[in-house]
């Protein structure tokens, strides 16, 4: 059989598999979600001999470290997966919730029903953790699933997938609702993202380059973000405080997500208070300060600095290094935002209540604060209770997506023996 | 200019409006609405004369009578339009409502804020109406659009654009925010549903061939059904009154709509009971019934019955015709529907509580009803207040599509000095 069948087989069984996933009650997909963790448990010593294979395989292959790293189920990793998959458990059942039930003058009562989407495709990169977390995420939300990791992880993820579809079995759910591809070959991530028939959405969780290549060719809707340019923009009438608290948080927090600040816009009327005081706290981390004219004059002799270019704006550094620049106020820091933000995460620090509610309503993101540090843009943070992704898109959601965003809604009509007029 | 360099200069257009467009308030917006309603009144004779000319032009090149009429802008079209146009007005304004607000362990507050999509593309064919319907959608909802009616007609769009225009610089909003696409060549279709960069979603409005045509070239989302094979269950335990009444009403109270009745499937059990009474009723209008062997068998002596072939389960009609199949309960049914069904609108008939519940939860359509005419199906009837179109798709919006399903949700954070651990 060729990846193309095989693809092709794999979308069929999903398909098949989701319905008898939809109609399942939330006490069996529980009951599968607890089985498969303790099928972790028992068998922690044949997973980490799988993994072994992979870790031999990717050091041969000259894997860099900080991808070995990933790959590693540590006995520290695979007690967070069973974690994981014990706090799933504990979310409440997002399948089947019917809201908004109103009665119509013709007499029929109309709502909605929350309903899973299906089949779900997820693309990742080689971290046996994810094939867990993605397998948990939606057997709870009622979905089938299609798992495709990074090619270094197999051997470790095709045991993984074993005990998946132990537990699944043993809860009298079909094997199939979760499927890992099992093949290395690049061609079967081409057919996953152009089977509409059997995929109702993809979830890519990988680096920039993964996406914007799915992006070219998928026929299968995403739900996926490419990058986190994130601003906070420091107005003339912050808190000084906040202000110094937040933009060092949201860039030296942690510098490798996507929620991290990039670029720090600091109004006029404060720029010369706020800026030197900021470059003594990231002095401490040596972040790399690469400032526009203004702000470089306010911070000459920082140790770290250089001039801002164009592309500056546009990079999303992921690294100790920040983009600052001087604005007028409120709109010049807008305009500056929506030109070059990638519309994740935004937050202003004011104390100005019309500022406030302004760059709430006008700045056209996935997350807008007021306050508080980008670094917050997260589902857990957030009171989602898990998350497979974040989603620039407008369409579906839009955000950090829960479970909510691998269900959706449809219409549910009471009636009477009512006809139309 | 070339059309390619025209398309895309409307969709820098109508970007850049639809920045001044989510920042206006609903008053505003309002406003506009309401101007543009008195234009259509006070340019009456206008817009006649420049109908006339579109029904002139389809006249010599011999359209159909049916197309033909939807041309036609007589006076209760007009009419139509201003009352549309009022009601809509009267709508609450779905743009900046702030839900769910809920302060998190960390101390900052989070919800959702409804915004606009940004730019919406609206495909319909020769129906000036539909010009002023969408348009008046998209401001309400914030939006900027870009509208490409059928070429037939042409004069009367231009007329119609004339007037929104004039109404939207009356209340101090961009005229760019409607742009009618000024050109009768069809490669305007193909650049507008290619360029993500200026375009969030289209709502392709009108025939199969169209929305099946677009599918394959878009790359912006779509709000899209191409079908609608909508079935009927009566149970082996329905209220016999109710039965004779939704199955009637859902094949013959119209022909036409997407929502009406096309397979009807009744319970063995009652069969005998319920098909000649039914016939007798479908006599009425001469329905044609299209049978599997066993109802063949109960309606022996049907003037206008036919067998039905496997193709009969998956066409949709639109029409006077029905096909009629006999199954053995709920499961039968739903098996049915599940294999044939185009996951418009599907509605069972039974007394049965558990049939019910089954029936609302496991059949995966975008409308799914008890004891009500499938022909319920509407923006209207479900209390949306105006529809931009119906939904098949899972993401986003399903169903009946409103003024919520031109706009999104996205994250706001009330935040009071908070950064993350």
Redesign the interface.
């Known amino acids: 059989m060729d990846i193309e069948q095989y693809m092709q087989q794999l979308g069929r069984q999903a398909r098949a598999a989701s ?1 008898a996933m ?2 399942a009650d939330g006490a069996t997909r529980n009951r599968a979600l607890t089985l498969i963790a303790a099928a972790i448990v028992r068998d922690a010593d044949l997973l980490r001999a799988a993994n072994r294979l992979d870790l031999d395989a990717a050091r041969a292959n000259g894997l860099a470290p900080a991808l070995l790293e990933r790959l590693t189920l540590s006995d520290g990793a695979i007690a967070t997966m069973v974690e994981g998959l014990t706090q799933i458990v504990a979310l409440a059942d997002p399948v ?1 919730e019917i809201s908004g039930m ?1 009665f ?1 003058p ?1 007499g ?1 009562q ?1 709502g909605q ?1 929350r ?1 899973p ?2 089949v779900i495709g997820i693309i990742y990169e080689a971290r046996p953790n994810v094939t867990i977390d993605a397998a948990g995420l939606c057997i709870k939300s009622g979905n089938a699933t299609i798992l495709r990791g990074g090619s270094e992880a197999i051997h470790c993820n095709r045991a993984l997938a074993k005990l998946v579809k132990e537990g699944l079995a043993g809860a009298g759910l079909p094997e199939d609702a979760v499927q890992v591809v099992d093949s290395t070959d690049r061609a079967a991530v081409g057919a996953l993202i152009t089977m509409p028939q059997y995929v ?2 993809i979830v890519p969780r990988g680096g920039k380059s993964l996406i914007a290549r799915l992006m070219e060719e998928a026929t299968v ?1 995403m739900i996926k973000h490419l990058d986190g340019i994130c601003h906070v923009y420091i107005d003339a009438l912050a ?1 000084l ?2 202000a110094l ?2 933009a ?3 860039k030296c ?1 942690r510098y490798s997500p996507c929620n991290a600040m990039e670029t720090l816009l600091v109004a006029r009327p404060v720029a010369a208070q706020v800026l030197p005081k900021l470059a003594a706290l990231y002095a401490t981390k040596q972040v790399e300060l690469r400032a526009d004219a203004e702000a470089h004059a306010l911070l000459a002799g920082y140790p770290h600095l250089a001039a801002a270019t164009e592309e500056d704006w546009r990079t999303e550094y992921l690294a100790a290094i920040l983009s600052v620049k001087v604005v007028a106020g409120i709109d010049e820091a807008m305009d500056h935002i ?1 030109r070059y933000s990638s519309k994740h995460t935004e ?1 202003i620090v004011t104390e100005d209540y019309s500022a406030a509610m302004r760059f ?3 700045v ?10 980008t ?3 997260d589902g857990f ?3 989602l209770g898990a998350e497979i992704g974040i989603s620039n898109d ?3 959601a ?3 997506v829960g479970l909510e965003g691998l269900t ?14």
């Open positions: 319905r939809a109609k089947g109103k119509r013709s029929i109309v029903m309903v989407l299906g109702d959405v809707p808190d405080d906040k608290a937040i060092f948080n949201a927090q929506d937050a709430l309503r006008e056209d993101s996935s997350s807008v604060m007021v306050n508080a540090s670094r917050f843009a943070e957030y009171g407008k369409l579906h839009r955000g950090p959706s809604l449809k219409y549910v009509v009471f009636g009477h023996g009512e006809v139309r007029n």
